[in-house]
DNA sequence: TAAAATTTCGTAAACGTTTACGAAAACATT
DNA sequence: AATGTTTTCGTAAACGTTTACGAAATTTTA
């Protein structure tokens, strides 16, 4: 592997020099700048990225918390994350938490001494102990998709106007029994998506004069299986819903295959939406209702005040609340 | 932010002495040991991965450039990759290729003077062109997912046996015009796993004394839409098929609504298989008969062969072909 | 042509580690 | 107490860059 300093010497210059044509800077006339570029492609010289990272204090990494890569709702987050950063010439450490907590706290110790320049993170909850963790190390991070209390930046959508939309969509279709499938709940403070729709939720049925069932609430797990079995348990209560609202699409899909199953149909004997808008649920079957996040504009523009974080430069704004749509198929029917 | 410099200072050893207790070298009393250690995690001391890099030629980080991130087939195998390395003290830095060419040299061009210590790649097609960027720097690859004639360590399924058991197995229902839905083929060469499967389709054909027929033949592009497209096509054909072959899940998902929409059942009037085994698989309705491939494991493996790479111990075998598995569910019924 | 101004370049220190080598300290042996 | 062994430690060079500073070369000006 060449180094500079072969470069300088077949070049008959200084390494100073040959780093300064590496670097774009002036003070080194065409001719020389040219000698310089054409030994260095003879050679196949790069420079090193450790020697830059050690004397810059910065390696042009940043790295990249989620709790589960294989979910597509934080796939594109994380598309839209990479490919903003690959822009402006940052690349990503990806670290899968696969939803546990250890491992997140594990990266967390991991990334700070990889001198990652900063770090964007997702999380269930955003707790003391992240907190903490990162601001001692003085590591900037931004939050991707979730809010906080902390003074840390984040860009997310308004959960619990969403979860309203939804609602009062259903309501203006004229039902008043409307199901909801939230995600796990244990232990979580009102910064947690499941905890805000779900607020919506009551929001919404409140304004309405309509009364919260708790019959009519069930927790799923963000899976399809898991949407499934809370949907078969709303649709088994003693109080018949004419709706189902399942915070994620994934859930829906499972409370769709779970509506057939109890011998209904969707939509005509009940109404189901989603939330997300993954590709997935343009392709059920009826094609979902569901409200739609910027799920690829939230890591992207997490990605850019990151690395204007990093760049000291300043950002306007720290918390980002991108909109929500609701975007109407057909799996909600007027009743 | 503290060097090792600092702790050396205020411990009263030398900087060597504190650059073997964090890294277990021996050659130290406890007592100093234990000082240092203490010292360090008083200032909040971490050794700067630059600098170790620099000093070793290793940074302990591998590239993973992949074509498409949000695609489950991908995700599974990236979380196999990335839990292994993890598990091996290695990091990854993720390229997403968004399916294209260029991104993907630009990746590689990327990577090669970032200094990563090899790199996990996955391509539709691995050519010269890749095979040379890789070689002249010297830096080892593994291919996940794909085969190649070329001098590299790869991990992947027999595609064309696996592909020759689907159809044997529709064969053996009694079906007799079997539907083919592929991926993209312009410009692909053998070592695809489209053309892959195809061959494995037209071998099980052939030795059943099938003829093979083109109108039962269409393209797709490996989403759901595509896999639409391309089933109403075969639908529509003259020969009425019983039964369709989608090269993946996804397109097979995209398949089954292409039945009911055409007014027919699965499996009843036409039997689908997939190919893949995604989680989605198990949800669809009518659950997805598939052709199972071990994505983790796929990842989990080829990460294995390449930190072996790295480190220079030798490898068993460079070309490892690992077990698919016919998994049925619903979607096929005897004819 | 000489002086001044400008452009181009080189020297050397710094970044934070690891490690070979040898010295000092501690312990064991007579 | 003197010597030999072993353990523990420090010195200094190396890794491959960037950059402040000043020197040399070139161009401009008079």
Known sequence: MPTIEDVARLANVSIATVSRVFNNKPDVSPKTRERVLEIAKELGYEPSMPARSLIKGKTGIIGLIVPDISNPYYSEIVRGIEDTCR??????????????????????????????????????????EHYEAFTRKKIP??????????????????????????????????????????GPLEGMKETVDSVERLIG?????????????????????????????????ILKAGVKPTAIFAVSDIMAFGALNAVFDCGLKCPEDVSVVGFDNIDLSEITRPPLTTVAQPMYEIGSVAADILMNLINGESIERKRIILDHKLVIRNSCKRV
């Open 87 to 128: 822009i402006r010439g940052y690349n990503v450490i990806l670290c899968n938490a696969d939803n546990k907590r250890e491992k997140e706290l594990e990266y967390i110790d991991i990334l700070k001494n990889r001198w990652v320049d900063g770090v964007i993170f997702h999380c269930d909850y955003f707790s003391e």
């Open 141 to 182: 991070v931004v939050l991707a998709g979730r809010a906080t209390s902390y003074d840390v930046p984040y860009v997310t959508i308004d959960n619990v106007k969403a979860a309203y939309d939804a609602i009062n969509y259903l309501i203006s279709l004229g039902h008043k029994r409307i199901g909801l499938i939230h």
């Open 201 to 233: 939720y009551k929001k919404a049925l409140g304004e309405a004069g309509l009364e919260v069932c708790d019959e009519l609430i069930a927790e799923g797990d963000f899976k399809a299986k898991g949407g499934y079995k809370a949907a078969v348990k």
